[in-house]
T-cell receptor, first 113, second 113 residues
Framework: EAGVTQFPSHSVIEKGQTVTLRCDPI?????LYWYRRVMGKEIKFLLH????????ESGMPNNRFLAERTGGTYSTLKVQPAELEDSGVYFC???????????FGNGTRLTVT | AQSVTQLGSHVSVSEGALVLLRCNYS??????LFWYVQYPNQGLQLLLK??????LVKGINGFEAEFKKSETSFHLTKPSAHMSDAAEYFC???????????FGPGTSLSVIP
């Protein structure tokens, strides 16, 4: 089966610009998660979708971040406007549900200059 | 709240030597415990997980971990290190098998020939 796909793999933008990250989960996986790792720090949970609904968005840092999951398939994470502290690697993961492990994508490395 | 600590941000071992990566957790409920590995320029890959039952868990690539409730530990071991084991290893905890995963800070493993 195809794995979790994220793109772009790298993105370099200037402070104040907008960036949209995309995640395509494994087909049939209802659960989709976003995480990020800021340089030198821990991998932090951002939010969890079950199908198209936000199950838990307690990790979203502020209202500059907007996540959507259209039709319960792919998900986007938009950062608008981007700030320097948003730089890091953004990971997406999906799972089919109970007792199913998380499958991670390779991440998007975001650099805000 | 759940949290994870990993002793040693960097560990170096000789090829063929024992690998021991330490993980301690805190959790108000019986935890689900995981070890993930990240190879350079790749996503996170599940090495092994503990849910219930046998406290010694075997994973991929010859790794295993033992859940010790009294010590709140879940240390990762491998009897003989290979060069290909060089990567970053993350211990993680969650409340259920599909809940958000809380990651430790990671341990970077170097294998010296």
């Amino acid at each position: 089966e195809a794995g979790v796909t994220q793109f772009p793999s790298h993105s370099v933008i200037e402070k104040g610009q907008t960036v949209t990250l995309r995640c395509d989960p494994i087909s049939g996986h209802d659960n989709l998660y976003w995480y990020r790792r800021v340089m030198g720090k821990e991998i932090k949970f951002l939010l969890h979708f079950v199908k198209e609904s936000k199950q838990d968005e307690s990790g979203m840092p502020n209202n500059r971040f907007l996540a959507e999951r259209t039709g319960g398939t792919y998900s986007t994470l938009k950062v608008q406007p981007a700030e320097l502290e948003d730089s890091g690697v953004y990971f997406c993961a999906s799972s089919s549900g109970r007792s199913s492990p998380l499958h991670f994508g390779n991440g998007t490395r975001l650099t805000v200059t | 709240a759940q949290s994870v600590t990993q002793l040693g941000s960097h560990v170096s071992v000789s090829e063929g030597a024992l690998v021991l990566l330490r993980c301690n957790y805190s959790s108000s409920v019986p935890p689900y415990l995981f070890w993930y590995v990240q190879y350079p320029n790749q996503g996170l890959q599940l090495l092994l997980k503990y849910t219930t039952g046998a406290t010694l868990v075997k994973g991929i690539n010859g790794f295993e971990a033992e859940f010790k409730k009294s010590e709140t530990s879940f240390h990762l071991t491998k009897p003989s290190a290979h060069m290909s084991d060089a990567a970053e290893y993350f211990c993680a905890v969650s409340k259920t098998s599909y809940d958000k995963v809380i990651f430790g800070p990671g341990t970077s493993l170097s294998v010296i020939p």
